[in-house]
């Protein structure tokens, strides 16, 4: 069941606006990369697909807030893709931040928490190893993908919770 809500609600325990009855929904998550959806649904949701708001879907991890972006309407259907909420990290800047020589739980809260804007979001690492990471005029979204690079782990996203993992999974 997809759930239509607001741009700017940030609980999604009840059914939102509208349940959504879309042709088509196609969850997309790559390790590390990309995570989004794609949603085909008939043209009488257009007024509920556009671009801001949240469609929650259910995904393997439970379920899931998507923004809604790339808006496209035909004469029968309207397409859509929509991005993980962990992308709104775009939205915070970090002006001129520094951690210097620790580990990865706490680089993450601290850039997390010195943004021009208060974040919504909570972080968690698991990862021990001591590191650098000196950041000027960067996002939120930026400077995880440089804690990534320098302390290394898997991005574990959960709405507006964000992880480092050393390991995800056993095989």
């Not at 809604?68 to 929509?82: E, S």
């Not at 001129?96 to 010195?114: M, Q, T």
């Not at 290394?152 to 996203?157: A, F």
């Amino acid at each position: 069941m997809l759930k239509i809500f607001n741009a700017t609600d940030k609980i999604y325990t009840s059914n939102g606006d509208i349940v959504l009855q879309c042709t088509k929904a196609k969850v997309h998550k790559a390790l590390n990369g990309d995570f989004y959806i794609d949603i085909e649904a008939p043209l009488n949701y257009v007024d509920y697909l556009v671009a801001n708001n949240i469609i929650v879907a259910p995904t393997p991890q439970g379920e899931q807030a998507f923004r809604i972006t790339n808006i496209d309407k035909t004469k029968t259907k309207i397409k859509c893709k929509a991005w993980h909420v962990f992308y709104d990290t775009k939205n915070y800047l970090i002006l001129d931040n520094r951690v210097e020589n620790r580990d990865c739980n706490y680089a993450l809260d601290y850039f997390n928490s010195n943004t021009d804007n208060p974040s919504p979001f909570t972080t968690l690492s698991d990862i021990t190893s001591l590191n650098t990471l000196y950041c000027v005029r960067t996002s939120l979204y930026e400077a995880i993908q440089q804690i990534l690079t320098r302390w290394g782990g898997y991005l574990v996203r959960d709405n507006f919770n964000i992880q480092i993992k050393a390991n995800i999974g056993v095989d």
